[in-house]
């Protein structure tokens, strides 16, 4: 049974910072897909950012502000992100897959077909 449990979701200025975590049980978790992704209320799921074995990428909404990493003895991927804006606000929530990034879909247009997701952590961005 796959479970990823996220936290270090919060409230913060716009300029500041946050660390996500998502703690993942239950499979290999070394050789999997692993993604971020946001939704806000009355808006479309966005993937945030996605890393594998092979490295990482981003949306271009991010690009340089948000880093994913993973550390492969802790089972733990972490979305640290920098330069928060108001528009950052959302529910993130973490996803895993077998597959490696490049076999999963993820659109523009928020649709995915990533297999294991957590329950969300809320991050709130005040200008």
């Known amino acids: 049974q796959v479970q990823l449990v996220e936290s270090g979701g919060g409230s913060v200025q716009a300029g500041g910072s946050l660390r996500l975590s998502c703690a993942a049980f239950?499979?290999?978790?070394?050789?999997?897909?692993m993604g971020w992704f946001r939704q806000a209320p009355g808006k479309v799921r966005e993937g945030v950012a996605v890393?594998?074995?092979?490295?990482?990428s981003y949306a271009d909404s991010v690009k340089g502000r948000f880093t994913i990493s993973k550390d492969i003895p802790k089972n733990t991927v972490y979305l640290q992100m920098n330069s928060l804006k108001p528009e950052d606000t959302a529910m993130y929530y973490c996803?895993?897959?077998?597959?490696?990034?490049?076999?999963?879909?993820?659109?523009?247009?928020?649709?995915?077909?990533?297999?294991?997701w957590g329950q969300g952590t809320q991050v709130t961005v005040s200008s």
């Open positions: 890393i594998d074995s092979g490295g990482a």
């Open positions: 996803a895993a897959d077998p597959r490696r990034c490049e076999e999963v879909v993820v659109t523009a247009g928020g649709v995915t077909d990533f297999n294991y």
């Open positions: 239950g499979y290999a978790y070394s050789s999997y897909c």
